[in-house]
């Protein structure tokens, strides 16, 4: 039984707001009373804009820092757009966090391939954030991130500071660029066959668009990564977050109770299935 507490947000403020793109925005915002900050790489919380509406936002912050809550946040409807509008000293409600995590535990000793698609960086960033604070539980790590121009590119400083760091590299892909553009330009699953890993001692997170997601797991496959060492965190239609209202369900599986994130011998029979 859930605790009625899961059902009701809690008000907290905003304590920062910055522009990452056009349409992107990160909110910091007080962690509650609930969690108290805590929560795991790859879970997503309820964000309730009070007289518009609640919806599921992936912390896109360093587990390592309680002292804050970090989303990212694209305004592409109502509620995401008013949320992007909000100042300092702002009240949102919160509700969470909710979901699985990106198995970091499991990873521990193996080189990690991390993955992302456009928006996908931002779920994806609390486990860079944890790799990097315990280096020497994990080997090599390869983020591959692919956005539809070099406009759109998430966190730019970061990657780059990333890709500096010994045993961390980065590599950005484009969908489309101008002349002036020198990386890489194609899709982000194409850039799998292009790396030398060792498949039987790799472990994939992906994150981004669900066909992007098909695609790159289909070639870390070809690649020789098994199933269950691939993981994705999916997207649904979330309301309730807690496994009740069954707006995210996909074939057996709720999204926001047994994912988001799910290894591919789970959703290798499911991807197929639209949403309603």
Known sequence: MNSPDAWM?????????KQELETT?????????????AFAPGQFNMLYV?????????????????????????????????????RPMATVGLRGPFGTG??????????LLIIAGGLGLAPLRPAIYHVLNNRERYGRVVLLYGTR??????????????NRLPDFD??????HAGSDWIG????????VPTLAFDPEDTVAM?????????????????????????????ERNMKCALGHCGHCQFGSTFVCKDGPVLSFDRLRGLLSLKEF
């Not at 947000?9 to 707001?17: A, C, G, K, S, T």
């Not at 980065?170 to 969908?175: G, K, M, N, R, S």
């Open 170 to 175: 980065v590599h950005i892909t484009v969908d």
């Open 206 to 234: 992906v994150c981004g668009p669900e066909i992007m997601m098909r695609f790159t797991a289909s070639a870390l496959r070809d690649a020789g990564v098994d199933d269950q060492s691939i993981y994705l965190s999916m």
């Open 25 to 37: 925005w990160t909110l910091e915002l007080e962690p509650g009373q609930a969690s108290k900050g």
């Open 50 to 86: 009070f007289g518009v509406g609640e919806i599921p936002i992936s912390l896109s912050g360093d587990p390592g820092q309680t002292d804050r809550l970090v989303h990212t946040v694209r305004a592409v409807g109502p509620a995401s757009r008013q949320l992007a509008t909000l």
């Open 102 to 111: 990106w198995p970091l535990a499991a990873a521990e000793g193996s080189d």
């Open 184 to 191: 890489k330009v194609g899709v982000v699953p194409a850039l």
């Open 149 to 162: 121009s070099p406009d759109d590119i998430l966190f730019r400083e970061q990657l780059d500071a990333w």
């Open 9 to 17: 947000p809690e008000p907290v403020r905003v304590l920062r707001r």
